[in-house]
């Protein structure tokens, strides 16, 4: 598993995690699971900075 998320992406995926959650609690019902869930998968892969989806298009941010 290579990274293939860089450094400015990984931020910006861990501020949109920031704001899914930040509505997800306004939202309330089945909005605010869809909004969790979504926040989930971009803070992990900001986290791990490997994104799967970049694996498969040929994408990297990293800049290696």
Known sequence: ???????????????????????????????AWVLVGVGAVLFATAVLTWCPIYEVVGLNTNGK
């Open 1 to 31: 598993m290579q990274t293939n998320v860089g450094a400015f992406d990984g931020w910006f995926r861990t501020l949109l995690f920031i704001l899914a959650i930040c509505y997800a609690v306004f939202a309330g019902g089945v909005m």
